[in-house]
């Protein structure tokens, strides 16, 4: 599986909207770009998934530049309750299974 | 609807114990995965079974192990526990749909057992 890069830690206030950043600069063509969340001692939440085209959900909007190697998660009003680790995963085509990597902590603050 | 549920929530071992954890998955799913995550650390994958089989493993001994019933639901059994097994435990299930790439194949996820090893 592509490896994933994402922030360590954000800042986001709320109301306002939230871009999380993930470079997946060796991403196949096959490939899943995931995200998921974790508010903490929670199990991971699904929030969105796309292969080329930007997609958007009641959740959130994923942008994925034509090259494929970078994508933005979008939360466009964040509240408190989107305080939570955000992981970023490429998921290979034929396996059905994560690699979660270390994720970007989002701190919205009032 | 059911999401998927884990059982304990809770447990505390000593170190050489056995334990097994309980997972039921989110009804009409029929594939389950198991991850350990350390504190601090992301999910790893421990394996996955569908149709009664574990199809997938992750970089684990084979303390662990598992088995899933004819209901989906599943068991994680680890052995001879070490004071590095603590960590919480989290299933997650999916639907494997006939003709559909396996990366399309969203899982959700339980709450987690938190396992203390002592």
């Known amino acids: 599986d592509a490896k994933t890069t994402q922030p360590t830690s954000m800042d986001c206030a709320e109301g306002r909207a939230a871009n999380l950043p993930c470079n997946h600069s060796t991403i196949s063509g096959n490939e899943y770009v995931y995200w998921y969340r974790q508010i903490h001692s929670q199990g991971p939440q699904y929030i969105i998934h796309g292969l080329k085209n930007n997609e958007t959900n009641e959740m959130a909007s994923l942008i994925i530049t034509e090259d494929r190697k970078s994508s933005t998660l979008i939360l466009p009003h964040a509240t408190l309750r989107d305080t939570a680790v955000y992981y970023c995963i490429v998921k290979a085509h034929n396996f059905n299974k994560f690699y979660f990597g270390s994720g970007t902590k989002l701190n919205v603050k009032p | 609807d059911a999401g998927v549920t884990q059982s304990p929530t809770h447990l505390i071992k000593t170190r050489g114990q056995q334990v097994t954890l309980r997972c039921s998955p989110k009804s009409g799913h029929d594939t389950v995965s198991w991850y350990q995550q350390a504190l601090g650390q992301g999910p790893q994958f421990i394996f996955q079974?569908?149709?009664?089989?574990?199809?997938q493993r992750g970089n684990f001994p084979d303390r662990f192990s598992g088995h899933q019933f004819p209901n989906y639901s599943s068991e994680l059994n680890v052995n001879a526990l070490l004071l590095g097994d603590s960590a919480l435990y989290l299933c997650?299930?999916?639907?494997?749909?006939?003709?559909?790439?396996?990366?399309?194949?969203?899982?959700?996820f339980g709450a987690g057992t938190r396992l203390s090893v002592l």
């Open positions: 079974y569908y149709e009664e089989e574990e199809r």
């Open positions: 997650a299930s999916s639907l494997v749909v006939a003709g559909e790439a396996l990366a399309k194949n969203i899982q959700y």
